[in-house]
């Protein structure tokens, strides 16, 4: 299995590349190759064509939540590219999405609808189970409960519904499973749920072992004591692999990567394969 590194906050040493903050990776198995996010833009589409990825092979793609740093890219791929892919989403996906605090106001959901789907002829699959399998190797995991008590929801994030806003859970947040050489690893676009509450809800549902973890974990401003228990946590699962990027702030992964992780690079680029 092959895993590269769309796009990212960072670049890595292909000054030939462009990046932003945001997120999308290419996945390469035996039987599929998949994108996973799209990026804050659509600029990622310089890095496919410069990386030179065939995507008439790409009849896949996941979007892990409703942000624009994982969604914005979308349409601009469509454009570019066509329509010969299935676009997997949880059933919530489309609620509108915003972020309030004291400083700032913004949407921060896609620049498209439903209706802009439908209308480009793109085959829409709705995730409803906790689990749905897309290929050999890969599986999506959604509708995470939230088995602990220190991964919060965040304050400042609202969802319209009915004309009301309430706080959003991120009910629609998917995570990819992948099955490799090297053990069972876990995809997160940005881990709004709480990297615990994943890995403890794929447990329970898999009952497999987990080795690593790729992805934002959404961490850079969260307090000690979530840090630390993370940490504990991941630790006592005995999480051999961190391959930590976008959201996860480099503080965090320099916390982790003094606590004794082995810390895989996941800059814009950057190559993965077990």
């Known amino acids: 299995m092959k895993i590269i590194i769309l796009i990212e906050n960072d670049l890595s040493c292909d000054p030939n590349l462009v990046n932003e903050f945001g997120f999308s990776v290419f996945i390469q198995d035996e039987d599929t190759s998949l994108i996973f996010d799209t990026g804050q833009s659509g600029i990622f589409i310089k890095n496919i064509e ?4 065939d995507t008439k092979n790409i009849h896949t793609i996941v979007l892990s939540h409703n942000h624009y740093d994982h969604v914005g890219g979308l349409k601009n791929y469509i454009e570019k590219f066509g ?65 602990n008590d220190f991964e919060e929801i965040n304050l400042s994030y609202y969802k319209k519904k009915n004309s009301t806003f309430i706080l959003d859970s991120m009910s629609d947040e998917i995570v990819l ?33 987990i080795v690593g973890i790729i992805g934002g974990l959404h961490l850079s401003k969260s ?27 480099k503080n965090i992964i320099k916390i982790f990567k003094d606590s004794g992780f082995n810390i895989l690079p996941t800059n814009t680029g950057n190559v993965l394969e077990f």
């Not at 913004?106 to 189970?129: C, M, T, V, W």
């Not at 069972?184 to 009952?207: P, R, Y």
């Open 83 to 147: 329509n010969n892919f299935t676009l997997y989403l949880n059933k919530n996906f489309f609620d509108k999405r915003f972020s309030f605090s004291e400083l700032y106001s913004r949407i921060l959901g896609a620049n498209f609808f439903q209706d802009y789907i439908l209308d480009k002829k793109i085959n829409l699959s709705f995730i409803n189970e906790h689990i749905h399998i897309l290929s050999k190797n890969i599986t999506a995991f959604t509708n995470f409960e939230r088995l």
């Open 50 to 53: 410069i990386l030179k990825l």
């Open 177 to 209: 499973g992948l099955d490799t050489k090297l053990g069972f690893f876990i995809l997160c676009g940005c881990s709004h749920i709480g990297i615990v509450n994943i890995i403890k809800n794929i447990k329970k549902w898999t009952n497999k072992k």
């Open 223 to 249: 307090n000690s004591e979530r840090i630390l228990k993370t940490i504990n946590y991941l630790k006592k699962e005995d999480i051999k692999y961190l391959a930590l990027s976008h959201c996860t702030g």
